[in-house]
């Protein structure tokens, strides 16, 4: 379901109590002409070009993000589709094709199914709203540990600590051929580093202190999320906010999830266990 603003939505909801698990989907899809400028095509479709689970303690003083890499290869399970039926069980499939054959559905039950974790809730988000969202923050900090040229993304970037804007931030999230081997490994480093930079900024306390600021961030992405029922309205969305207020960016702990080279193909990956295993069952 689509997040839309809703008459009660600055309404202030219970804070949570329960540890939450929220699988963040970062989508590659051009529909619409913001998106097509911010990714630079016009691709049909779309898969899921990040997959990070963010679990949340119930004090929400800690959060653990699990990245999933999208080219190790799983069993992806029957998923349902909104045209009706299912697809069939794939084995050896790339994780990415969950989202491009079920959407965010199949790719939560691809999640579950790998890790034996229940995810709570989904959020998707697209080009346009990644950068809506940093430019809403006021932009992000983070520090690059190498010098960053990318031509495909006119990325350029100093060794060292930048404050970026939203179009310069989803370019840093979606840099391959600027770093290191040019893999997905290699990308979801900075992305982490963008994920505890976002963290922060929702956290400070100069944005908490200030519903209507916080309502302004919600309002501004909304339309760029796809959630589940229990995040589709700014309601939720705030509420999910509010609650992070005791959450600094030293209690954030980024993990990717162990793997190894495919043995099928020197271009994928697949989990590496028990290390994987370990990592899901900390979340539990």
Not at 136 to 142: D, H, S
Not at 177 to 201: N, P
Not at 253 to 268: C, E, G, I, L
Request: charged residues 20%.
């Amino acid at each position: 379901a689509r997040a839309t603003p809703t008459p009660s939505a600055t309404a202030q909801a219970p804070l949570p109590t329960e540890a939450v698990n929220i699988l963040v989907l970062g989508s590659d899809s051009r529909s619409g002409e913001e998106n097509q400028a911010l990714g630079g095509g016009s691709s049909t479709g779309a898969r899921s070009d990040t997959a990070m689970v963010v679990h949340i303690d119930a004090g929400r003083t800690t959060a653990t993000v699990v990245s999933i890499p999208r080219d190790t290869l799983v069993t992806r399970p029957s998923c349902p589709l909104e045209s009706g039926g299912s697809t069939a069980v794939s084995y050896g499939a790339m994780f990415n094709t969950a989202y491009a054959v079920g959407g965010p559905v199949c790719a939560v039950k691809t999640v579950e199914s790998i890790t034996d974790v229940r995810m709570d809730h989904y959020v998707e988000i697209d080009f346009s709203g990644f950068a809506k969202l940093v430019d809403a923050l006021g932009g992000v900090t983070v520090t690059t540990d190498e010098d960053i040229h990318d031509d495909d993304s006119h990325l350029n970037l100093k060794a060292g600590t930048h404050h970026l804007d939203g179009k310069q931030a989803l370019a840093l999230a979606r840099t391959r051929h600027g770093i290191g081997d040019g893999s997905d490994l290699g990308r979801i480093g900075l992305q982490q580093k963008l994920v505890k930079a976002l963290l922060e900024r929702i956290s400070t306390t100069i944005l908490l202190t200030s519903p209507a600021k916080l309502y302004s961030v919600a309002d501004a992405v909304t339309g760029s999320l796809t959630t589940d029922t229990g995040l589709d309205s700014l309601t939720e969305l705030m509420s999910l906010g509010e609650s992070l207020k005791g959450l600094a960016a030293d209690g954030v702990r980024t993990v990717t999830m162990p793997v190894v080279t495919a043995p099928s193909d020197p271009n994928r990956v697949v989990a590496k266990e028990p290390e994987a295993r370990e990592v899901w069952e900390s979340l539990r």
